[in-house]
């Protein structure tokens, strides 16, 4: 079963509205993580959130965390087309050594 | 500052060909280094992963072979291709205790 699951795998939104990601996952973490991949292009780093931690920001970004519910959520706000890409979360599991663990992705698709 | 190379960009390959990829980093020392596969569409599998010189681990029975030769040379392989090794290739370098994966620009590999 897989550690890391985003939904909802595929969104559609208008220019200036806000997306939102959803990332769950089943063990204990040290941290989390989103990530950014563009078409056929590597994956970029957007955010790290660790175990102790609720919530961050990095400009349009707002990243929460939820231990209990072993679950995250990546906001983007006012979006752009240009944010249009695939979205990935991943963890490093207890258990994973020194491992990461991504899950599936979400299609995010800003219309102009 | 620290940079990932991977070549190529693009192969197309007979199914029964060998395969060699490469992966370089520079601007660190020790890194732990990474292949992963991605199918179209889809989320990261973890082929292997190396801390250090000649040490390599397998995440899946597959086709291929990783080794790494040098401290920032990781390279994949296969002796013989599938067309089930078509996929999306990606590099990745962590710090030895680090929290951020980097990801190189990826290999689009089709077995025909």
Known sequence: SQQGEEDPQALSIQEGENATMNCSYKTSINNLQWYRQNSGRGLVHLILIRSNEREKHSGRLRVTLDTSKKSSSLLITASRAADTASYFCATDAWGYGQNFVFGPGTRLSVLP | ?112
């Open chain 2, 1 to 112: 500052s620290q940079t990932i190379h991977q070549w190529p960009a693009t192969l197309v390959q007979p199914v029964g060909s060998p395969l060699s990829l490469e992966c370089t980093v520079e601007g660190t020392s020790n890194p732990n280094l990474y292949w992963y596969r991605q199918a179209a569409g889809r989320g990261l599998q973890l082929l292997f992963y190396s801390v250090g010189i000649g040490q390599i681990s397998s995440e899946v029975p597959q086709n291929l072979s990783a080794s790494r030769p040098q401290d920032r040379q990781f390279i994949l392989s296969s002796k013989k291709l599938l067309l089930s090794d078509s996929g999306f290739y990606l590099c990745a370098w962590a710090t030895g205790g680090g929290e951020t994966q980097y990801f190189g620009p990826g290999t689009r590999l089709l077995v025909l």
